[in-house]
């Protein structure tokens, strides 16, 4: 990201070339289906109340309390706030998870943290849609939280028969070769057609990558094929998780976001905020079994990313105070980058000793 920063500044030409389709047929869907298809449902099961209650109501108090912030702050209209506040609601957990995967953390915590970000970059794709659409429409608020439940819904309902096509279809290809180029034509159609059919292609591609993972991985013959082409998914993801970030940084504009500082502050403060609250209140009320560090580090896995430049590319041109709503949030996606980012080794290894895998299949 910060490579891509100074190409920007070098080379301002570059960021027309950058648009909000890259970004979200392209870019998403790969990383989406890599992490959700690598995401054992077993671990999950456990998990699914703590999973929805981040994913729906913790994406909506955050976007909440960013938007009174800024419009308490800055005195930016409540509704333009609000687009800020679910632009950045989604978490990115990228250097949160590597770090656990490299000094070999408990797979739960990792369960928790990855299934969190891949459930709430759906959920906050689309708060995003619904609150541009209560922008640029006379849409209510009661239509507006209909509209949210039933895409989120509908979304997730429709993503468990796709799974079982998909799974099907990479079983015909009897090869791992095959089934990989399989499942990277599938995943991207159903992406897309989701999208044009105005529903979450994010959830769609998440219930599916979990249900197609879960069903090639339930018999040895195919478990092998689906290892082979889950090692392949990886590097493709790293390289898309690679030039994400690099757009991400070559559409940054520091001069644009200097002028816009304050704001950028208080939207800082009201998502660190937000995600202690959203962290730490329901851990002390239902929690008290788990340790204490283990809501540290999902507390510091906060991260904004890939979903919140998708979200901030993908506005209307027309739409007001666009260049203001783009600097706040890229400007606090950039500071968690950063902060939590690179001192996430030093809380995870502060947060719980380090430990391998017991036969309990715990850690």
């Keep these: 990201m910060l490579v891509g920063i100074a190409i920007g500044q070098l080379f301002p030409s570059v960021r027309p070339l950058i648009s909000a389709d890259l970004v979200l047929l392209v870019l998403v869907p790969g990383l989406i289906f890599d992490a959700a298809f690598d995401l054992e449902w077993p671990a999950v099961r456990g998990l699914l109340p703590a999973l929805?209650?981040?994913?729906?109501?913790?994406?909506?108090?955050?976007?909440?309390?960013?938007?009174?912030?800024?419009?308490?702050?800055?005195?930016?209209?409540?509704?333009?706030?609000?687009?800020?506040?679910?632009?950045?609601?989604?978490t990115d957990p990228v250097a949160v998870v590597a770090t656990l995967a490299r000094l070999r953390m408990p797979h739960r915590l990792r369960a928790l943290i990855e299934g969190e970000s891949l459930f709430n970059d759906g959920t906050g794709l689309a708060l995003v849609a619904i609150a541009v659409r209560a922008i640029t429409s006379d849409l209510s608020t009661a239509d507006a939280a209909g509209s949210f439940v039933l895409g989120i819904a509908t979304s997730a309902a429709i993503g468990l028969p796709v799974g079982i096509a998909g799974a099907w279809l990479v079983r015909l290809g009897r090869t791992a070769a095959l089934g990989f180029v399989i499942s990277v034509i599938y995943i991207y159609a159903?992406?897309?057609?989701?999208?044009?059919?105005?529903?979450?292609?994010?959830?769609?591609?998440?219930?599916?990558?979990?249900t197609m993972g879960h069903m090639l991985r339930a018999t040895w013959g195919d478990a092998v094929i689906t290892r082979d082409i889950d090692r392949a998914w990886a590097v493709i993801a790293f390289a898309l998780s690679a030039v994400a970030f690099l757009a991400m940084g070559a559409v940054i504009e520091l001069g644009s976001l200097a002028t816009s500082l304050g704001a950028i502050a208080i939207g800082i403060v009201a998502v660190v905020a937000a995600r202690a609250a959203i962290v730490y209140i329901p851990f002390l009320i239902f929690a008290?079994?788990?340790?204490?560090?283990?809501?540290?580090?999902?507390?510091?896995?906060?991260?904004?990313?890939?979903?919140?430049?998708?979200?901030?590319?993908?506005?209307?041109?027309?739409?007001?105070?666009?260049?203001?709503?783009?600097?706040?949030?890229?400007?606090?996606v950039l500071f968690t980058l950063v902060v939590n980012g690179t001192t996430a080794p030093l809380v995870i290894r502060a947060a719980i000793p380090e430990r391998t895998e017991d036969n309990r299949g715990e850690y």
């Design 190 to 210: 159903a992406f897309g057609l989701a999208s044009s059919l105005s529903l979450s292609g994010v959830l769609v591609t998440v219930v599916a990558a979990m």
């Design 288 to 332: 008290r079994s788990v340790p204490v560090g283990w809501a540290h580090v999902l507390f510091w896995s906060g991260l904004r990313g890939a979903i919140a430049f998708a979200a901030v590319l993908a506005l209307p041109r027309d739409f007001p105070q666009r260049q203001l709503l783009q600097d706040i949030s890229l400007g606090i």
């Design 52 to 90: 929805l209650g981040l994913a729906i109501p913790g994406v909506v108090v955050s976007a909440v309390v960013v938007a009174f912030a800024l419009n308490l702050g800055v005195g930016l209209p409540l509704g333009l706030a609000f687009v800020v506040g679910a632009i950045t609601a989604a």
